[in-house]
């Protein structure tokens, strides 16, 4: 019994109609000319930016900044300059007595700092008057 591969010496050409593609890209063509809006391009605008008939001098006042950390005494305590406080009321009212609230407040603490007294030190800052108040970690 003898097999025979017999190879077949046709082969099936596919050709792809070109012209439905080419209807299809005429109809894009016609959609997205006849949809576009065309307007003045932005550098023919006039910019609304206000300007300032006066400059404002920066302030000379620099932005309050409260430390928590360990005191002299070996507890924490806040620090707001040569300042050495214990209690949230006495850290109120150093801060009420600063001036330059709009320069916010500054609140810096480390790893170890109990969580209360940064709580209370940003309290105490907003109590004062102080509106942006950050909080910032010591490394």
């Known amino acids: 019994m003898r097999l025979s591969s017999r190879k077949s010496s046709r082969q099936t050409e596919i050709e792809l109609s070109m012209t439905s593609m080419i209807d299809v890209v005429f109809l894009l063509l016609i959609f997205f000319m006849t949809t576009a809006s065309f307007v003045k391009t932005e550098r023919d605008l006039d910019s609304a930016i206000k300007v300032q008939s006066q400059s404002k ?51 810096q603490a480390g790893d ?15 109590d004062a008057g102080y509106r942006p ?6 490394p």
């Open 57 to 107: 001098r920066p302030s000379d006042l620099e932005p309050t900044v409260v430390k928590i950390a360990r005191g002299s005494g070996g507890q924490y305590a806040f620090l707001v300059g040569a300042h050495e406080l214990t209690t949230q009321v006495e850290l109120t009212d150093l801060v009420t007595q600063l001036g330059n609230k709009d320069a916010g407040a500054f609140v």
């Open 112 to 126: 170890g700092a109990p969580f209360h007294m940064v709580a209370a030190a940003i309290q105490a800052c907003k």
């Open 133 to 138: 108040v950050s909080y910032t970690p010591i």
